[in-house]
C-alpha cells in the first residue's frame, strides 16, 4: 500500500463482530471510534466501530 502513496487505512466494522475485530488488528489496525446504535442492519440497530492504520509518518509524500 505505501507503493500506492496510501497513508492510513479505515475499517468500518458493524459491532459486535469478535472475528472482523480479530482480523483488523491481526494486521495492525487500531480502535479509533464507536458510534452507538448508528448502523443498521437485519431489522436492527447496530453499533459502529472504526479502526485505523497508519501506513506512514507525516513526511511520507
Do not use: C, R
Amino acid at each position: 500500500m505505501k507503493a500506492l502513496k496510501y497513508h492510513a487505512l479505515i475499517g468500518g466494522i458493524a459491532l459486535p463482530n469478535t472475528a472482523s475485530v480479530a482480523l483488523h488488528e491481526k494486521f495492525g489496525f487500531e480502535k479509533a471510534a464507536h458510534y452507538q446504535e448508528t448502523g443498521y442492519k437485519f431489522g436492527q440497530w447496530l453499533d459502529v466501530g472504526y479502526w485505523e492504520l497508519i501506513l506512514g509518518d507525516k513526511s511520507d509524500t
